[in-house]
Structures are given as structure tokens and as C-alpha cells.
């Protein structure tokens, strides 16, 4: 069982930068793939970034390549979402997800079915 928590969500102007962190407890966290996801309102909860175990192997979506870098420290637990160049297009309830291994495997990183434990979220909003 692992429990997720996020934080770092905030109110920013266009252009700006937020760090989002997701502490986990819990058993073997550096065995899990995780990932960030984030739902606008009337919207599907869509991927947004993922990272292997050991930090070694990051994916992102097309709408924050070059904008979004997710990191980990296995050492605490914590995964973390440096988002850059915010839009208003970015604000979004954002999430912390936790899967297993077999998700990079089979290359279904994008998919909300492939993780296993989640957050409760946190809010993002940009302002243009």
C-alpha cells in the first residue's frame, strides 16, 4: 500500500514556474513508476509526465515537452513536477500517481488504468 500526497499547487501569472511534490509513504517506493496526471474542470484526466525507478527514464506529453521536468529522490520518497513557462492551458487539478514496473514495459505510461495508487491533488491555477 502506498499513500500519496502533493503539494506545491498555487495561483500563478502566465510565464511563471511552480514546483509541485508528491511525498510518498508506504513500502519500496523506488520500485514504483510515477507519474503526474492533472484534470481540468468538464475535462478527462489526461498524462501529463512519468519516471522510472531510478530517474533514469522520463516521458512526457507533447503540451509541456520542454516546459515540465519530473524528478525523484528516492532518499525522501518524493517525486517531483518543475513546470516552466506556465500557460493558462496548464491549470489543472494535478495528481501523483504510483505503478508498477511492467507499466513502462508495456508502454502504457499515459493510460489512468495502469497506476494503482493516487493522490488527492493539487490545484494549479494560471492566470493570463
Known amino acids: 500500500q502506498v499513500q500519496l500526497v502533493e503539494s506545491g499547487g498555487g495561483l500563478v501569472q502566465a510565464g511563471g514556474s511552480l514546483r509541485l511534490s508528491c511525498a510518498a509513504s508506504g513500502r519500496a517506493f523506488s520500485s514504483y513508476v510515477m507519474a503526474w496526471f492533472r484534470q481540468a474542470p468538464g475535462k478527462e484526466r489526461e498524462f501529463v509526465s512519468a519516471?522510472?525507478?531510478?530517474?533514469?527514464?522520463?516521458y512526457y506529453a507533447d503540451s509541456v515537452k520542454g516546459r515540465f521536468t519530473i524528478s525523484r529522490d528516492n532518499t525522501k520518497n518524493t517525486v517531483y513536477l518543475q513546470m516552466n513557462s506556465l500557460k493558462p492551458e496548464d491549470a489543472a487539478a494535478y495528481y501523483c500517481?504510483?505503478?508498477?514496473?511492467?507499466?513502462?514495459?508495456?508502454?502504457?505510461?499515459?493510460?489512468?488504468?495502469?497506476?494503482?495508487?493516487w493522490g488527492q491533488g493539487t490545484q494549479v491555477t494560471v492566470s493570463s
Open positions: 519516471i522510472n525507478w531510478s530517474g533514469g527514464s522520463t
Open positions: 500517481a504510483a505503478g508498477n514496473g511492467l507499466i513502462l514495459y508495456r508502454g502504457n505510461y499515459y493510460n489512468t488504468a495502469s497506476y494503482n495508487y
